[in-house]
Protein backbone atom coordinates (compact mmCIF):
# COMPACT_ATOMS: atom_id res chain seq x y z
CA UNK A 1 0.00 0.00 0.00
CA UNK A 2 0.95 3.51 -0.92
CA UNK A 3 0.02 7.01 -0.02
CA UNK A 4 2.23 9.68 -1.98
CA UNK A 5 1.47 13.55 -1.46
CA UNK A 6 2.37 16.16 -3.94
CA UNK A 7 1.77 19.96 -4.47
CA UNK A 8 3.18 21.62 -1.27
CA UNK A 9 5.14 24.41 -1.68
CA UNK A 10 5.66 27.94 -0.84
CA UNK A 11 2.76 30.67 -1.45
CA UNK A 12 1.72 33.87 -0.26
CA UNK A 13 -1.11 35.09 1.64
CA UNK A 14 -4.34 34.76 -0.12
CA UNK A 15 -2.89 32.42 -2.59
CA UNK A 16 -4.01 28.90 -3.79
CA UNK A 17 -2.11 25.39 -3.78
CA UNK A 18 -3.71 21.93 -5.49
CA UNK A 19 -2.24 18.81 -3.43
CA UNK A 20 -2.20 15.18 -4.58
CA UNK A 21 -2.48 12.18 -2.90
CA UNK A 22 -1.86 9.46 -4.92
CA UNK A 23 -3.12 5.66 -4.29
CA UNK A 24 -1.70 2.66 -5.10
CA UNK A 25 -2.10 -1.07 -3.16
CA UNK A 26 -5.35 -1.28 -2.09
CA UNK A 27 -9.29 -0.50 -3.66
CA UNK A 28 -8.88 3.11 -3.36
CA UNK A 29 -12.49 3.50 -4.79
CA UNK A 30 -13.99 1.65 -1.56
CA UNK A 31 -12.54 3.45 1.21
CA UNK A 32 -13.45 7.00 2.89
CA UNK A 33 -10.02 8.97 2.30
CA UNK A 34 -8.96 12.17 4.30
CA UNK A 35 -6.42 15.16 4.44
CA UNK A 36 -4.71 15.94 8.08
CA UNK A 37 -1.68 18.37 8.41
CA UNK A 38 0.59 19.32 11.06
CA UNK A 39 1.55 22.68 12.08
CA UNK A 40 5.00 23.21 13.50
CA UNK A 41 5.00 22.85 16.86
CA UNK A 42 1.40 21.53 17.18
CA UNK A 43 -0.69 18.00 16.77
CA UNK A 44 -1.80 16.65 13.68
CA UNK A 45 -5.18 17.93 12.92
CA UNK A 46 -7.56 16.56 10.67
CA UNK A 47 -9.04 18.95 7.80
CA UNK A 48 -11.39 17.38 5.35
CA UNK A 49 -13.23 13.83 4.78
CA UNK A 50 -14.27 12.62 1.81
CA UNK A 51 -16.82 9.26 1.28
CA UNK A 52 -15.73 7.09 -1.19
CA UNK A 53 -18.22 7.74 -3.69
CA UNK A 54 -16.91 11.77 -3.53
CA UNK A 55 -20.63 12.78 -2.87
CA UNK A 56 -20.08 13.69 0.51
CA UNK A 57 -17.68 15.48 2.31
CA UNK A 58 -16.90 17.56 5.62
CA UNK A 59 -14.51 20.26 6.37
CA UNK A 60 -13.14 21.39 9.61
CA UNK A 61 -13.90 24.73 10.76
CA UNK A 62 -10.77 26.32 10.35
CA UNK A 63 -10.80 25.64 6.37
CA UNK A 64 -14.16 25.72 5.38
CA UNK A 65 -14.80 27.89 3.05
CA UNK A 66 -11.61 27.90 1.58
CA UNK A 67 -10.68 24.46 0.87
CA UNK A 68 -12.16 21.59 -1.37
CA UNK A 69 -11.16 18.18 -1.38
CA UNK A 70 -12.72 15.96 -4.42
CA UNK A 71 -11.37 12.04 -5.62
CA UNK A 72 -10.89 10.24 -9.15
CA UNK A 73 -11.31 7.10 -8.33
CA UNK A 74 -10.44 6.25 -11.99
CA UNK A 75 -7.32 7.78 -11.55
CA UNK A 76 -6.95 6.22 -7.50
CA UNK A 77 -6.20 9.93 -6.69
CA UNK A 78 -7.60 12.68 -3.70
CA UNK A 79 -6.94 16.29 -4.48
CA UNK A 80 -7.01 19.09 -1.75
CA UNK A 81 -7.74 22.41 -3.54
CA UNK A 82 -6.46 24.97 -1.17
CA UNK A 83 -7.56 28.99 -1.78
CA UNK A 84 -7.61 32.29 0.04
CA UNK A 85 -4.30 30.66 1.86
CA UNK A 86 -2.93 32.04 5.85
CA UNK A 87 -0.01 31.97 7.38
CA UNK A 88 -1.96 29.90 9.74
CA UNK A 89 -2.30 27.21 6.52
CA UNK A 90 1.17 26.45 6.81
CA UNK A 91 1.91 22.94 7.79
CA UNK A 92 3.05 19.08 6.60
CA UNK A 93 -0.02 18.11 4.97
CA UNK A 94 -0.93 14.19 4.91
CA UNK A 95 -3.71 11.85 3.16
CA UNK A 96 -4.97 9.22 5.38
CA UNK A 97 -7.10 6.07 3.81
CA UNK A 98 -7.50 2.43 4.15
CA UNK A 99 -5.58 2.92 7.02
CA UNK A 100 -2.45 4.00 6.12
CA UNK A 101 -0.28 7.65 5.95
CA UNK A 102 1.46 9.23 2.75
CA UNK A 103 4.82 10.91 3.86
CA UNK A 104 3.58 14.30 3.88
CA UNK A 105 3.76 17.45 1.55
CA UNK A 106 4.75 21.02 2.89
CA UNK A 107 3.08 23.84 2.33
CA UNK A 108 4.62 26.86 3.70
CA UNK A 109 2.37 30.34 3.29
CA UNK A 110 4.41 33.03 3.74
CA UNK A 111 5.00 36.51 2.28
Known amino acids: VQLVESGGGLVQPGGSLRLSCAAS????????MSWYRRAPGKEREWVAT????????NYSDSVKGRFTISRDNAKDTMYLQMNSLKLEDTAVYYC?????WGQGTQVTVSS
Open 96 to 100: NGAGF
Open 50 to 57: IHSAGDNT
Open 25 to 32: GFTFSRYI
